[in-house]
């Protein structure tokens, strides 16, 4: 076993036993890990709040090979979430990106420039001078082209030629990008997006740009925009995500 360090966002608990937690962290150097928290439930336990849902704290485990779990040996709450404060739907939005992470990464596979996304958009989140909606397109399309899965938005997902920028381009929800009218044919599962929507989906997508928080198209094109994400994170799960049915804006489809 070695002993490991890193900073973490609590991501999942689950109860163990009368006295002890499973939790679940996004860590910035190892990425998704499930380590037992030994005495978590405690009244006085050796955590105290640092392993809150969404906290963000500095840790130290024991890795374990094989099928074990990890042992969770300290927590050092650095930050606690406060987006209740400013309402529920940014308190909702904060658990969908725990969902997210939970569904879309995989134990030991490190993103550290996901998880400085993930508390960047966590920040965000609890501001109430800045809107929330936003916040959750920009980590969506974020978490996706981190991953390698994001939408091709320029070029058919088919034959790899550029797509002409006409007033409406066809999606393909399964293939998982745009499509040029010689491969759409035969698709199944097609939605048509107005290029104005591709513009915008492209620019929150783009993690190395933060042009998205000037964007003043975003809101007039809401309605077509979020439940085509939604649509597109439910094919890529095969369900609706959990939170859909608590965010406004994500009960749109």
């Not at 499930?34 to 963000?56: N, Q, V, W, Y």
């Not at 040029?180 to 492209?202: A, N, P, T, Y």
């Not at 740009?209 to 964007?215: A, Q």
């Amino acid at each position: 076993m070695s002993d490991e360090k890193t900073d973490a966002i609590v991501i999942r608990t689950v109860d163990f036993s009368e006295t002890s937690s499973i939790v679940t962290f996004f860590t910035k150097d190892f990425g998704k890990i499930s380590a037992l928290a030994k005495g978590a439930r405690r009244k006085k336990g050796p955590f105290e709040s640092a392993l809150d849902l969404l906290a963000t704290c500095r840790i130290v485990f024991l890795h374990k090979t094989g099928d074990s779990l990890d042992l969770l040996t300290e927590a050092k709450l650095q930050h606690r979430l406060r987006a209740s404060e400013n309402g529920l739907s940014r308190l909702y939005s904060s658990y969908y990106m725990a969902e997210l992470l939970r569904n879309f990464t995989d134990e030991m596979d490190p993103h550290p420039r996901l998880f400085d996304i993930s508390l960047e958009c966590l920040r965000d989140l609890e501001n109430s001078d800045l809107e929330y909606e936003p916040t959750v397109l920009r980590y969506e399309l974020s978490l996706l082209q981190e991953i390698g899965q994001a939408p091709s938005l320029r070029r058919c997902v088919a034959c790899g030629r550029d797509v002409a920028a006409l007033h409406r381009i066809a999606f393909g929800l399964l293939a998982g990008g745009v499509l040029c009218d010689g491969c759409r044919r035969g698709q199944r599962r097609i939605v048509s997006l107005r290029v104005e929507v591709i513009e915008i989906l492209s620019e929150f997508g783009d993690p190395s740009s933060s042009n998205w928080r000037n964007n003043s198209s975003y809101k007039n094109h809401e309605k077509e925009i979020r439940p085509f994400v939604n649509n597109y994170f439910a094919e890529l799960l095969g369900k609706r995500p959990r939170m859909f049915g608590y965010i406004p804006i994500l009960g749109r489809s």
